[in-house]
């Protein structure tokens, strides 16, 4: 018998560019590797589906108004797959990450990191959503934001937490 050469789960990666391509925008093989790690390390351990779209400011804004109330651009939005009433049989689905690449930039600029790494924070944060893991309460906050050190420092990316150090 010989051993997979890949024992990962498969992941189904949808990766929308709706901005215009320019340095600093990550390439897919980085969005399937931050996904990956967030899978691996969150618990999930079957085959998953989703997809992230790089929007611009005029979207980010909208998506954020209209399903969150509030009407500016962020820098991530989660929307966790929810299956259709009736439907017993688990499906890979887990759903849909919306980054803003305007305020990535901004946000890693401001917080002097490397764009890149601000970057994977947010996927790593956002595919947590996905999974069901929040930070709305300070226990949750705590243990999440645990997580995605994990997750990123197996990623060799700085802390991202701790700003005074980077």
């Not at 018998?1 to 990550?26: C, F, H, I, K, S």
């Not at 390390?41 to 998506?63: F, I, M, N, Q, S």
Request: net charge negative; glycine share 8%.
């Amino acid at each position: 018998m010989t051993a997979a050469v890949n024992d990962a789960p498969a992941l189904d990666l949808e990766v929308q560019y709706v901005v215009a391509w320019r340095a600093g925008l990550p390439p897919e093989a980085a969005f399937r590797r931050w996904v990956s790690a967030a899978l691996a390390a969150g618990g999930h351990t079957g085959p998953a589906a989703l997809a992230v779209r790089v929007v611009d400011k005029a979207e980010g804004r909208r998506l954020n108004h209209d399903y969150r109330g509030r009407d500016y651009p962020t820098n991530v939005l989660s929307f966790p797959f929810e299956a259709p009433p009736g439907l017993d049989e688990p499906l890979p689905e887990l759903g849909d990450l919306v980054i803003c690449a305007p305020v990535v930039e901004r946000e890693a600029r401001e917080q002097g990191k490397p764009e890149a790494d601000h970057w994977a924070h947010l996927v790593v944060h956002g595919v947590l959503h996905l999974l069901g893991y929040d930070h709305e309460a300070a226990e949750e906050a705590e243990a999440m934001e645990g997580l995605e050190r994990r997750i990123l420092a197996g990623l060799g990316i700085a802390d991202p937490y701790r700003l005074d150090e980077q």
